[in-house]
């Protein structure tokens, strides 16, 4: 895995683009991003009219080091205060009021700032480099899945973002930890590598309220890190019975499992991404874009574990998930089945 600096002069090179209000993608250790000067609107309404975002929802401030945070909020509560010290640089994003000089167009007309400072090499080479806040969402398409490799990035957007730094596999692979430190009450807005309780270890009081239509987030709209194909999350015990149905006509089924399968089907693509949610996270969004080029026409995902660990993982297969999309198979059948063959036929 590369996680290498990059040469000074390919970080000068993205940092004239920058500085011209130009578009440049870069990695972080979550996902790579698609920055723009942010304090230039104009840029910034580039990355909404490229990534077809609605301009109502806002992007991540990136900044080189904790001491910018003042430039960027009109106040950093104690709690803020807390958590900057203890996570970055890292996969946190803070949610604060934001100061008069913050453009409307990076907050999507809202009255608070999200911030972070990765912690990535490459991204600190850039950030120290241009001197300035970046303005980055992730470099995908609305309502897509994340990028977590150049390839990805040039996938989205081809020749549209000729400047993409390469920093190699992103290693967290999963967005960051969104907590709003705007009310008394600090809360997660979108759980992801720092866990609940390692933010409770430095502010107790922090509540869990993911999805919260206010602030506004993307990342809460019902379909989102979303392959083309079809994805439904299926019951690790019935997942080979909805293969068999969904490919009894010849028709291609994709899964994403824990496990290997427990019976061979020459029309299933079939990727075991293991039991550990570190990896698994780090391998969704490629496995993900592995599984939407299969050719299948839906991709299964087995349910993953309860537990905090899995968290993020679970929030973005719901969200990737559609209701419509959801294949379910009689479980009495299924158990039928499991106990006495495939010869017990569905009603
Ligand atoms: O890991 C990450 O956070 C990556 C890398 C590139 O830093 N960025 C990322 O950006 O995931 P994006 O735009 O895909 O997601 C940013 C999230 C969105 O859900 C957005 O609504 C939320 O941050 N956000 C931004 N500003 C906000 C605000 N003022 N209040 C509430 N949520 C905000
Ligand atoms: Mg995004």
Redesign the pocket.
Known sequence: MVTARLPQDEIDRAVVALREGELVAFP?E?????GADAQNPDAVRKVFELKG?PAT????V?IDHPRQLERWALSVPPAAHALAERFWPG?L?L?LR?APAVDLA???G?E???V?V?SHPVAQQLLRAFGAGIA?????RYGRV?PTRTEHVQEEFGAAVPVVLDGGDCK?G???T?V?C?DAVPRV??P?AITLSQLRAVVPEIVDVQGASV??????DAKHYAPRTPLSIVNSRTLEEVVRQLTADHGKVAVLAMRPPRAANKFMTWINAGRRAEIYARELYVNLRTLDKSGAREILVEEVPAGEAWDAVRDRLRRAATAENVVTVDPDIAALRADFGEDVLPP
Do not use: K
């Open positions: 972080t979550t996902v790579y991003g698609l975002r929802h806002p992007l991540i990136h996969p994003t949610v934001r990076i907050t999507g809202q608070t700032v999200a972070r990765p980055a969402p992730s470099a995908n994340s967290i999963l967005e960051s969104i709003s705007v807005l979108r992801g602030p506004r987030v993307p990342g809460s």
